[in-house]
Protein backbone atom coordinates (compact mmCIF):
# COMPACT_ATOMS: atom_id res chain seq x y z
CA UNK A 1 0.00 0.00 0.00
CA UNK A 2 1.30 3.63 -1.26
CA UNK A 3 0.94 5.79 1.58
CA UNK A 4 0.28 9.10 0.84
CA UNK A 5 1.15 12.85 1.69
CA UNK A 6 -1.52 15.18 2.44
CA UNK A 7 -1.01 19.17 2.54
CA UNK A 8 -2.22 20.65 5.92
CA UNK A 9 -3.28 24.05 6.44
CA UNK A 10 0.11 25.89 7.20
CA UNK A 11 2.57 23.64 5.00
CA UNK A 12 4.43 25.01 2.45
CA UNK A 13 5.01 22.95 -0.41
CA UNK A 14 6.57 22.83 -3.58
CA UNK A 15 4.57 21.89 -6.87
CA UNK A 16 5.00 22.49 -10.83
CA UNK A 17 1.21 23.59 -11.37
CA UNK A 18 1.77 23.95 -15.01
CA UNK A 19 0.49 24.54 -17.66
CA UNK A 20 -0.73 28.09 -16.56
CA UNK A 21 -1.50 30.86 -18.74
CA UNK A 22 -1.25 35.28 -18.69
CA UNK A 23 -0.46 36.09 -15.10
CA UNK A 24 -0.86 32.88 -13.08
CA UNK A 25 2.33 32.05 -11.59
CA UNK A 26 4.30 29.08 -13.81
CA UNK A 27 6.92 26.69 -13.19
CA UNK A 28 7.93 24.12 -9.88
CA UNK A 29 7.45 27.16 -6.56
CA UNK A 30 6.41 27.07 -3.27
CA UNK A 31 2.50 27.02 -2.15
CA UNK A 32 0.82 27.41 0.97
CA UNK A 33 -1.77 25.35 1.79
CA UNK A 34 -4.73 27.75 3.30
CA UNK A 35 -7.67 25.14 3.65
CA UNK A 36 -9.20 23.56 6.52
CA UNK A 37 -8.11 19.55 6.96
CA UNK A 38 -11.84 18.64 5.49
CA UNK A 39 -11.28 19.35 3.03
CA UNK A 40 -8.38 17.24 2.50
CA UNK A 41 -10.32 14.38 4.42
CA UNK A 42 -13.55 14.07 2.11
CA UNK A 43 -11.54 14.86 -1.25
CA UNK A 44 -8.12 14.85 -2.74
CA UNK A 45 -8.06 18.67 -3.12
CA UNK A 46 -6.84 21.66 -0.95
CA UNK A 47 -6.54 25.33 -1.43
CA UNK A 48 -3.53 27.15 -1.85
CA UNK A 49 -1.54 30.41 -1.99
CA UNK A 50 1.40 31.46 -4.64
CA UNK A 51 4.99 32.48 -2.47
CA UNK A 52 6.32 35.11 -4.70
CA UNK A 53 9.38 37.21 -4.36
CA UNK A 54 7.91 40.32 -5.72
CA UNK A 55 8.88 43.46 -4.57
CA UNK A 56 5.02 45.13 -4.60
CA UNK A 57 3.52 46.00 -2.07
CA UNK A 58 -0.53 45.34 -2.06
CA UNK A 59 -3.16 44.46 0.28
CA UNK A 60 -3.69 40.79 -0.09
CA UNK A 61 0.25 40.20 0.36
CA UNK A 62 1.49 38.97 3.84
CA UNK A 63 5.21 38.93 4.33
CA UNK A 64 7.14 36.00 5.46
CA UNK A 65 10.79 37.85 5.78
CA UNK A 66 10.58 38.17 9.08
CA UNK A 67 9.33 34.71 10.10
CA UNK A 68 12.48 33.10 10.89
CA UNK A 69 12.05 30.50 7.52
CA UNK A 70 13.60 29.18 4.78
CA UNK A 71 10.83 30.15 2.60
CA UNK A 72 10.53 33.78 1.75
CA UNK A 73 8.86 36.41 -0.24
CA UNK A 74 5.27 37.29 0.02
CA UNK A 75 2.16 34.41 0.71
CA UNK A 76 -0.29 36.28 -2.57
CA UNK A 77 -3.59 35.98 -0.81
CA UNK A 78 -5.37 37.40 -4.33
CA UNK A 79 -4.42 34.47 -6.27
CA UNK A 80 -6.22 30.66 -4.67
CA UNK A 81 -5.55 27.54 -6.27
CA UNK A 82 -7.43 24.45 -5.96
CA UNK A 83 -5.12 21.80 -6.20
CA UNK A 84 -5.50 17.83 -6.90
CA UNK A 85 -2.28 16.79 -4.74
CA UNK A 86 -2.67 13.38 -5.86
CA UNK A 87 -2.19 13.90 -9.67
CA UNK A 88 1.14 16.13 -8.90
CA UNK A 89 3.89 15.79 -7.33
CA UNK A 90 5.44 17.49 -4.51
CA UNK A 91 7.81 18.31 -1.77
CA UNK A 92 6.73 19.92 2.03
CA UNK A 93 9.20 22.26 2.71
CA UNK A 94 8.22 23.80 6.10
CA UNK A 95 5.01 24.78 7.76
CA UNK A 96 4.15 28.06 9.19
CA UNK A 97 2.70 28.39 13.06
CA UNK A 98 -0.58 28.48 13.61
CA UNK A 99 -0.47 32.21 15.13
CA UNK A 100 0.88 33.55 11.82
CA UNK A 101 -1.39 31.39 9.82
CA UNK A 102 -4.21 33.28 11.82
CA UNK A 103 -2.87 36.27 10.37
CA UNK A 104 -2.83 34.74 7.11
CA UNK A 105 -6.01 33.30 7.34
CA UNK A 106 -7.88 36.78 8.62
CA UNK A 107 -6.39 38.36 5.34
CA UNK A 108 -7.60 35.61 3.15
CA UNK A 109 -11.17 35.78 4.04
CA UNK A 110 -11.19 39.91 3.17
CA UNK A 111 -11.32 38.63 -0.60
CA UNK A 112 -14.62 36.89 -0.16
CA UNK A 113 -15.94 39.90 1.82
CA UNK A 114 -18.83 42.12 0.74
CA UNK A 115 -17.71 45.03 -0.90
CA UNK A 116 -16.50 47.94 1.50
CA UNK A 117 -13.91 50.19 1.69
CA UNK A 118 -11.11 48.46 3.98
CA UNK A 119 -8.32 50.12 5.40
CA UNK A 120 -5.12 47.66 5.06
CA UNK A 121 -4.65 46.47 8.95
CA UNK A 122 -0.94 46.35 10.42
CA UNK A 123 0.14 43.08 10.51
Given amino acids: MVSVVTPEQGDIIKINLDPKKGHEQKGYRPYLCLSNKIISQNSNVAVFAPLSNTTRDYPFYYSLDNLKLKSTGKVLLDQ ?20 EMRKILAIAKLVFEENQTIDKPEW
Avoid at 80 to 99: C, G, L, M, Q
Fill in 80 to 99: FVTVDYNARSFSKVETIDKA
